[in-house]
Nanobody
Framework: QVQLVESGGGLVQAGGSLRLSCAAS????????MAWFRQAPGKEREFVAV????????YYADPVKGRFTISRDNAKNTVYLQMNSLKAEDTAVYYC?????????????WGQGTQVTVSS
């Protein structure tokens, strides 16, 4: 079992920045690709970004490309999401997930989520 705990969410003005963290405990998370998803009120959960097991490869959803950066520190069992130039439409609950495949598929583990609210 891998337990994932997100932190770093909060209220920020449009144009501002936030850095989310997702700390893993239990089994090591280095065998997993790590991803961030988000869910806005009244909308389905959507993919945001993913990083490979080694951290050498990343992929982003078009709405966040160029503004968000995903990274990981396997020694600390932590994955990060640096969010810059935030927009009101980035408001959502952000979830991290561990999955075996970089390219897709169901996640094996999910965090509980952290709220990000961007005021315009």
């Amino acid at each position: 079992q891998v337990q994932l705990v997100e932190s770093g969410g909060g209220l920020v003005q449009a144009g501002g920045s936030l850095r989310l963290s997702c700390a893993a405990s239990g089994r090591t998370f280095s065998p997993y690709a790590m991803a961030w998803f988000r869910q806005a009120p009244g909308k389905e959960r959507e993919f945001v970004a993913v990083i490979s097991r080694s951290g050498s490869t990343t992929y982003y959803a078009d709405p966040v490309k160029g503004r968000f950066t995903i990274s990981r520190d396997n020694a600390k069992n932590t994955v990060y999401l640096q969010m810059n130039s935030l927009k009101a439409e980035d408001t959502a609950v952000y979830y991290c997930a561990a999955r075996r495949s970089f390219v897709g598929g169901d996640a094996d583990y999910w965090g509980q989520g952290t709220q990000v609210t961007v005021s315009s």
